[in-house]
């Protein structure tokens, strides 16, 4: 029994009327990679922020290593031994790197209350050595950094007081090859250094790949746990939503691909990072799916499509010719964009779930038609049902939802809008299996109402399974085509990825 690091007794908590947690147990022992899982709202991000000091507003007890363990708030359960990356942004933008990494220490650098700024960015410097990161400079504002350096510098964070209880929350799912290369190898590390991690994903391959053990969470409740020889994706799934589900969630048609007229192109584009010379047209009715590494320049390409980079040379325009060189246009002119990263671009998080999926169509209203109120509140319960939006009522805020719902709210914005023309990138990041289901299905109906989808995409089942045309993006360029067929498979776009 003594090597269980972290246990967790019947822990409930409510948000208002939500029960998030109902009498959850749950156990952490040495030298385990814990996997949680569950569909979006099931409880995993608010226990592990039990666990880490975030919520204190619960019933219920744990036990570290045997003794009672109530952290007052971050700072202490780091002290106790428990840090945490966050699935939303965990850092301050204004702060340097060394004084995100520092905060809640600077006692450390301090002598009669005067920070030792020198010997803060030493240390932090040495904090990014230890994981393997020896790109960031830690004297440097984190809001200058791109969204994947900044979980980095919260993995670095996370890592200071070398925690004997490690949690990550979705981090993996947004970010490239070399930040989880980094997460993996810290991961790694601890377990055979015999301490615990609790690590949350949506993405099942990468679950059973990496966790020793896993627990599912459906409701606020624990279903079950699985040892990994018992790992199975389809048990996971069904454990998860309690009923089976469709074994192929994309398209089940092969037909060959319809060559309608070009919507929306692009001529030698140039953009200001690595699109370089890309000439593309995407049809009326097609999905165009973009695949490629993430540091390709795919998702490059979907800003500039929706004029929300500025092209360097070259254009986007439509058939009829109007060139889309800002959002504003792109919105006026039927184009719809889902972010992947959706809390700074996409969502107004002080507003309800209603106010941001009516937002965009409001934009679209004629003078003298307004949209009425009761439209509106229609067309918001319309999505909540369709995607299963987990929320009170569609008056909640953006804020309180759980990091997948909010990215099934960003999804309904823009479908809700009567967009002729969606650019989606990611779309599916971080919602659970079922929804993509809801998505991928909303998807395939907007095509047969002729809406024209570029789906840019890190998943390449998912753009297997869904787009027309496939183009895979390398090192700023159109590298291949691939047309839509059912022996195609993901070892033939690897190659031409890589
Ligand atoms: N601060 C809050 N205020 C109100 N409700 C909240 C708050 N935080 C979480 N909830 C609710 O608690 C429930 C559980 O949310 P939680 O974030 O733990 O889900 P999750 O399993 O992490 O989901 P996801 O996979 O989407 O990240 C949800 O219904 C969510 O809306
Ligand atoms: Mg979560």
Not at 28 to 44: A, F, P, Q, Y
Not at 58 to 82: D, F, H, I
Not at 441 to 463: F, H
Request: net charge negative; proline share 2%.
């Amino acid at each position: 029994m003594n090597d269980i690091l972290l246990r967790v007794q019947d822990i409930k908590i409510l948000f208002g009327p939500i029960k998030a947690l109902d009498g959850v147990d749950f156990e952490l022992r040495k030298g385990e990679i814990h996997g949680l899982v569950g569909e979006n709202g099931s409880g995993k991000s608010t226990l592990t922020s039990i666990m880490a000091g975030i919520l204190q507003h619960y019933e219920g007890t744990m036990e570290k290593s045997g003794l009672p363990y109530r952290p007052l708030n971050v700072v202490n359960a780091q002290e106790l031994g428990v840090s945490m990356v966050v699935q939303e942004m965990g850092t301050v933008p204004e702060l340097s790197v060394a004084e995100n990494i520092f905060l809640g220490k600077e006692r450390l650098f301090s002598k009669l209350g005067i920070v030792h700024k020198k010997k803060m960015i030493k240390s932090a410097s040495e904090a990014l050595e230890n994981i393997g990161e020896l790109t960031i400079s830690p004297a440097i504002p984190v809001g200058m950094l791109s969204f994947e350096d900044r979980k980095i510098v919260e993995l670095a964070k996370a890592m200071v007081d070398k925690p004997s209880v490690f949690i990550l929350d979705e981090t993996t799912t947004a970010i490239s090859m070399r930040g989880r290369t980094l997460m993996y190898a810290v991961m790694e590390k601890l377990r055979q250094e015999e301490k615990g991690v609790v690590f949350i994903t949506h993405d099942l391959e990468e679950l059973m790949t990496v966790c020793t053990k896993l627990t599912v969470l459906r409701d606020g409740k624990i279903i079950g746990s699985l040892n990994k020889d018992e790992f199975s994706v389809e048990l996971i799934r069904s454990m998860m939503v309690g009923r089976e589900i469709k074994d192929n969630m994309y398209r089940v048609d092969y037909d060959a691909t319809d060559t309608g007229e070009a919507v929306l192109s692009a001529e030698n584009l140039c953009g200001a990072e690595v699109i370089e010379n890309v000439n593309i047209e995407l049809r009326k009715g097609e999905i165009l799916g973009i695949g490629g590494l993430s540091d390709s320049g795919m998702h490059e390409l979907g800003r500039l499509l929706f004029g929300l980079d500025k092209a360097i040379s070259g254009r986007v325009r439509l058939a009829d010719g109007t060139l889309i060189n800002n959002p504003e246009v792109a919105v006026d002119n039927g184009i719809g964009y889902v972010s992947k990263n959706r809390d700074q671009e996409a969502l107004m998080l002080r507003a309800s779930i209603r106010d941001n999926i009516v937002a965009s169509a409001l934009k679209k209203k004629i003078p003298g038609h307004l949209i009425s109120p009761k439209t509106e509140n229609r067309l918001a319960d319309d999505m909540v049902r369709e995607l299963a939006i987990k929320c009170a009522s569609h008056s909640q805020q953006v804020r309180f939802l759980s990091g997948g719902n909010k990215q099934k709210v960003v999804f309904s914005k823009w479908i809700g809008n009567d967009s002729k023309i969606l650019i989606l990138d990611c779309p599916t990041r971080g919602v659970d299996i079922g929804v993509k289901c809801a998505m991928y299905d909303l998807i395939v109906r907007l095509k047969a109402d002729g809406c024209s989808i570029v789906l840019i995409s890190e998943e390449l089942q998912e753009l297997l399974g869904m787009s027309d045309r496939i183009l895979i993006i390398k090192d700023g360029r159109v590298e291949r085509e691939y047309g839509r067929s059912a022996s195609l498979s993901e070892h033939d776009l690897i190659e031409s990825m890589i």
